[in-house]
């Protein structure tokens, strides 16, 4: 073989292999960018109330510690980051600071998530596009900070109508008594739901106390309201819609919104 011939199969061979280890270097490159954006996409909205009085009772309240970890459980074990934000951002009121729940234990142990609620983020720190979905968490606080925050609204409608999840528990549904769509409609309208009801209420001795009651606003709002009898677990799902009825629906809450994200993941494969 003479030695042009061999120069020549010497310098295809090379750029074959410059070629080869290029496309698979930008194959890679090109999922790695797909698996980022996948990641970056997986992460949930949780908002807390920054409300830690129950009006002139001289009681403390804050957010409800159980409306959090439960449905945090079982979101972060599914893959889903959770960010917090509160209507004044940083340290947000906890309340119901129960040790002997063992998932309450697992969440305040963890020091990244505990960082995170200890200083909440501030709406305007808050990019909608983030995240696939919004939980509002329960708490009394939430009768007097989440209705009349307009920023926070914005940010669930923007989650919302870009095919996102809004789900809240217990006195979280505060949150979208004001939620406006971009047609005009208040997001609860015509939709199944539910929340900490009348019922509950009394039994808690705060009917008097709340600057609302919340199965009758959501009610004016035109959302169908539905309920069980008081303090049993209850949730209603409608459309992408997540609602739970008091403390004991927390988890079940988590549950139901995970089914809505897999449902809809599933849906633009």
Known sequence: MSNTIKITIFLFLSLSTVLFVGCKNK??????AINTEAKALKK???VVTSHSEKGDTG????YYLGKVSHPWDVLHAAGYEIDFVSPKGGKAPVDAFDMSDSINKKFWDNDVYRNKIEN???PNEV???DYVAIHYAGGHGAMWDFADNTEIAEIARQIYE???VV???CHGPAGLVNIKLSNGSYLVAGKKVNAFTNEEEVKVKLIDI????LEDKLRERGAIFEKAAPFNNHVVTDQRLVTGQNPQSAKSVGIATLKVLQTLSENTK
């Open 27 to 32: 194959t890679n490159a090109n999922n790695l």
């Open 44 to 46: 949930i909205l949780f």
């Open 59 to 62: 009681e403390k309240t804050g």
């Open 120 to 122: 909440t983020k501030t």
């Open 127 to 129: 990019n909608p596009e």
């Open 162 to 164: 870009n095919n996102g």
């Open 167 to 169: 789900s809240a528990v």
């Open 210 to 213: 709340v600057p609302f009651l």
